[in-house]
């Protein structure tokens, strides 16, 4: 079942947000080379795949945060589901911009005060990621940071010109061009995604959605999203 070379002809749609589109496009480039089989990507934020998923969409594989998966759990292929990792938010600033020390909670607070404005992608639009900066921002010691919500992905946000700083998931943050991650998010104000994946009971081809989704989450292809910002998810 590991073998893509198991998979049969069957094009698959995967529901995923972009949070995670940079390495499993990766993957599915490599997948799709060594089967033939296309992979076509549908979605694009989390408040998207959810409605997706459960208006009940054609579709064969869903990506989402791992809270989501017990709503799902209906609209799921039995025994199908697998952890990807957790993605950790980060500030990003213009290639070259400034680096300030956000190492901890007081130095992070401390940044966004000199910063004045946080830019991040708007929660109107279904960004999760964006809700959660929003709310962070609401805490009592970002009195005075002003919340700037953007259009589209945080890190080609920035590379625009539409703030200085923003913050967001490491993973966006990677994909764009001309930007470059500051640092993570201290740990202590707990902004990370955990991820996970499975297969849709409503996938015309379950047998090749599942080779699919052990290809992605194979051993191998740990490298892949450690690169593209997804770090193994902590152990309680």
């Given at each position: 079942?590991?073998?893509?070379?198991?998979?049969?002809?069957?094009?698959?749609?995967?529901?995923?947000?972009?949070?995670?589109?940079?390495?499993?496009?990766?993957?599915?480039?490599?997948?799709?080379?060594?089967?033939?089989?296309?992979?076509?990507?549908?979605?694009?934020?989390?408040?998207?795949?959810?409605?997706?998923?459960?208006?009940?969409?054609?579709?064969?594989?869903?990506?989402?945060?791992?809270?989501?998966?017990?709503?799902?759990?209906?609209?799921?292929?039995?025994?199908?589901?697998?952890?990807?990792?957790?993605?950790?938010?980060?500030?990003?600033?213009?290639?070259?911009?400034?680096?300030?020390?956000?190492?901890?909670?007081?130095?992070?607070?401390?940044?966004?005060?000199?910063?004045?404005?946080?830019?991040?992608?708007?929660?109107?639009?279904?960004?999760?990621?964006?809700?959660?900066?929003?709310?962070?921002?609401?805490?009592?010691?970002?009195?005075?940071?002003?919340?700037?919500?953007?259009?589209?992905?945080?890190?080609?946000?920035?590379?625009?010109?539409?703030?200085?700083?923003?913050?967001?998931?490491?993973?966006?943050?990677?994909?764009?061009?001309?930007?470059?991650?500051?640092?993570?998010?201290?740990?202590?104000?707990?902004?990370?995604?955990?991820?996970?994946?499975?297969?849709?009971?409503?996938?015309?081809?379950?047998?090749?959605?599942?080779?699919?989704?052990?290809?992605?989450?194979?051993?191998?292809?740990?490298?892949?999203?450690?690169?593209?910002?997804?770090i193994e998810t902590p152990k309680k």
């Open positions: 079942m590991l073998s893509p070379a198991a998979a049969g002809a069957a094009d698959l749609t995967v529901y995923s947000p972009q949070i995670v589109n940079g390495p499993l496009r990766k993957l599915a480039d490599a997948w799709t080379a060594q089967t033939g089989n296309k992979v076509t990507f549908a979605g694009f934020n989390v408040g998207r795949v959810r409605a997706a998923v459960e208006n009940g969409d054609a579709g064969d594989v869903v990506i989402a945060p791992t809270g989501n998966f017990s709503d799902f759990a209906p609209k799921l292929a039995p025994g199908s589901e697998r952890p990807i990792g957790r993605i950790p938010f980060a500030v990003v600033v213009k290639t070259g911009g400034a680096h300030p020390d956000i190492s901890s909670h007081a130095k992070f607070v401390a940044f966004t005060k000199k910063a004045g404005v946080i830019a991040y992608a708007d929660p109107k639009v279904g960004s999760l990621t964006g809700a959660m900066v929003e709310e962070m921002l609401k805490r009592p010691e970002f009195v005075g940071v002003e919340p700037r919500p953007i259009k589209g992905m945080i890190g080609d946000a920035i590379a625009r010109g539409d703030a200085e700083f923003g913050g967001g998931a490491l993973t966006e943050i990677l994909m764009a061009k001309d930007v470059e991650p500051v640092g993570r998010f201290p740990d202590d104000l707990g902004l990370h995604v955990d991820v996970s994946a499975a297969v849709l009971k409503i996938s015309a081809a379950p047998s090749d959605a599942e080779v699919f989704l052990r290809y992605v989450t194979r051993l191998e292809a740990s490298p892949v999203w450690k690169e593209g910002g997804v």
